[in-house]
């Protein structure tokens, strides 16, 4: 299928809101993992978001490059060129982006979509977030408002967090101090300022003690009740259609109750890093101990060319990471749930 439309978009996260399940949103940083991404989407019948993030994009123009734009365009226009193979949609998003960052990554890919509606072709992106949680809300809040009326013109979907979300993501490291729960107070600000511009669309990451990075299990105190909390609070004041479509964000390692209670307060978008990052490395490191005398060229033998073949291991990487991904579909109670039929 194509990438997502705006339209398509928007029934994706209605019937996940609606049938209390969610999309995985799983960051890429080549060709390699956008692939295992697409194959365990399509594996399990569900609809997905695939996400680069700034450092994950700077890394994909090379290393010699580190263009963070022409790295994110660059994934996307593949994942453009790809998806038709594959019988499910996919939304293409950028992760987190910092307000210092915006003019540097999430503009320029805006000003790209610009042009290419411009000239009758779709999107690049689909959706973006800007992460403005360092900030006071107000401050936080004035930047999204300006983004969305900027986005709303193109179809373009609007990401924000409320709240910071703990841990350590892409060298960016949340203070002690971080504000770990939204409040019901913060989410209303968020609606009261975001639903004033008519027609626009926008995702909620609010925080209820999630984390980037994967800690052992019981070091996580998640209280998906204040999603709840803050859902009542809007939809009492302003009413049913305020209600939020949220973002979970640091879901790696979490339990899986904690992590169905959230779906069930309207959570529709899950990011999974962590895991996936391990489950393509496993597999790689798997393949190098089993292979080890053929990998390495012992004592002056040649080694073996089909194991050192990067394509060897690449296979066996993107198919663990498909595998995880499709893990991650059934605990989102996502298998089966796409909209291409
Ligand atoms: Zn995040």
Redesign the pocket.
Known sequence: MPVADYARYCEMLERARKGKFAYPAVNVTSLSTANAVLKGLAESRSDGFIQISTGGAAFASGTAVKDMVLGAVSIAEHVHRVADRYPVYVALHT??CQADKLEKFVIPLVEETERRRAAGRPNLFSSHMF?GSALPLEKNLDIAVKLLERFRKSDLILEI?AGV?GGE?DGIKASGAAKLYTTPEDTLEVARRLNAVQGARYLL?ATFGNV?GVYKPGHVKLKPSILKDCQDAVVERLGEAARFFLVF??GSGSELRDVHEALDHGVVKM?V?TDMQYAFTRAIVDHCFRNYAGILKVDGDVGDKKAYDPRSYLAIAEAAMAERVKQAVSELRAAGTTMAH
């Open positions: 992760d987190h992460d967090e979300v993501e990451a980037h964000h640091g990011n890093d």
